[in-house]
């Protein structure tokens, strides 16, 4: 089994910031990509940040210049810093990890989601 839990999210103002963590555990023993995505209500989840094993890195337009992914491989962790949040940036966004799992092979795991609001 693979667990990913993501911590970060929150009420924050326009122009303001957060810093999103997801970390993994269990049997995943080989990670490749590690991205975040989001979904607003009524809208369909799309990309915002993905990073390589090789920390190359692909991010959505939108996002560009604000946000930075990055990763800690010692703690198979994916962080996203979020700056210059926009009331359009208001979703749930979900971690996600692409590996190798003892006994499944390689898959794709998804965290549990958590909420994002920037509002005045």
């Known amino acids: 089994q693979v667990q990913l839990v993501e911590s970060g999210g929150g009420l924050v103002q326009p122009g303001g910031s957060l810093r999103l963590s997801c970390a993994a555990s269990?049997?995943?023993?080989?990670?490749?990509?590690m991205g975040w995505y989001r979904q607003a209500p009524g809208k369909q989840r799309e990309l915002v940040a993905t990073?390589?094993?090789?920390?190359?890195?692909n991010y959505a337009g939108s996002v560009k210049g604000r946000f930075t992914i990055s990763r800690d491989n010692a703690k198979n962790t994916v962080y996203l810093q979020m700056n210059s949040l926009k009331p359009e940036d208001t979703a749930v966004y979900y971690c996600y990890v692409n590996g190798d799992v003892l006994g499944i092979g390689n898959s794709n795991y998804w965290g549990q989601g958590t909420q994002v609001t920037v509002s005045s």
């Open positions: 269990g049997s995943i023993f080989s990670i490749y990509t």
């Open positions: 990073i390589s094993s090789g920390t190359n890195t």
